[in-house]
């Protein structure tokens, strides 16, 4: 059975730095590309970037890519997100999703509360 | 970016009844390698998304095949042919052919 089981949300100040990681089980991790995509409060659904296979190529949503980092390491089957220099609107849920076809599996998500 | 617009945002249904959800996009989908890759999901209410249809009109694994998709070009619709109790929750479209993927609004679903 696949499972993707996301971590490390919780309450972070803005300007402050934080990291989910997403471990996969249920199939052969590092043959898919991953990817993350959020919902806002509102139930917004906005895609934050994908990592190829290998970890060797990632896209990002334009409007992210110079506070998020995604990596992954498929020794260990997890897939990272690296959030820095948070802001009010980066509260959200964060899924983390199998990309075969569309985002064929996702993760139960993690809420990220950014206040001070 | 790609702005998908989904109509109706809310749709009231019976059970047994059958709807359709529009998602219209702000350019076509048809990408290069002939592919089109429009996408819907449903979120149940307290559930992650699940993928219903990929590639405009084919059924995801272990989805039922009351769910129907169509559509070409900057025009697509998801049908459900007679809801159940199970089905209610929120729609929504997504693109992939164009950077960076995007979603539609959502499409709620109700019982009348």
């Known amino acids: 059975e696949v499972q993707l089981v996301e971590s490390g949300g919780g309450l972070v100040q803005p300007g402050a730095s934080l990291k989910l990681s997403c471990v996969a089980s249920?199939?052969?991790?590092?043959?898919?590309?991953m990817s993350w995509v959020r919902q806002t409060p509102g139930k917004t659904m906005e895609w934050i970037g994908d990592i190829k296979y290998d970890g060797s190529y990632t896209n990002y949503a334009p409007s992210l890519k110079n506070r998020f980092t995604i990596s992954r390491d498929n020794a260990k089957s997890t897939l990272y997100l690296q959030m820095s220099n948070v802001r009010s609107e980066d509260t959200a849920t964060y899924y983390c999703?199998?990309?075969?076809?569309?985002?064929?599996?996702w993760g139960q998500g993690v809420m990220v509360t950014v206040s001070s | 970016d790609v702005v998908l617009t989904q109509t109706p945002s809310i749709l009231s249904a019976t059970i047994g009844q059958s709807v359709s959800i529009s998602c219209r996009s702000s350019?076509?989908?048809?990408?290069?390698?002939?592919?089109?890759?429009l996408y819907w999901f449903l979120q149940r209410p307290g559930q992650s998304p699940q993928r219903l249809i990929y590639?405009?009109?084919n059924l995801g694994s272990g989805v039922p095949n009351r769910f129907s998709g169509s559509g070409s070009g900057t025009d697509f619709t998801l049908k459900i042919s007679g809801v159940e109790a199970e089905d209610l929750g929120v729609y929504y479209c997504m693109q992939a052919t164009h950077a960076p993927d995007t979603f539609g609004a959502g499409t709620k679903l109700e019982l009348k």
């Open positions: 350019q076509s989908l048809l990408d290069s390698d002939g592919n089109t890759y």
């Open positions: 249920g199939f052969t991790f590092s043959d898919y590309w």
């Open positions: 999703t199998r990309d075969d076809s569309g985002f064929d599996y």
């Open positions: 590639l405009v009109s």
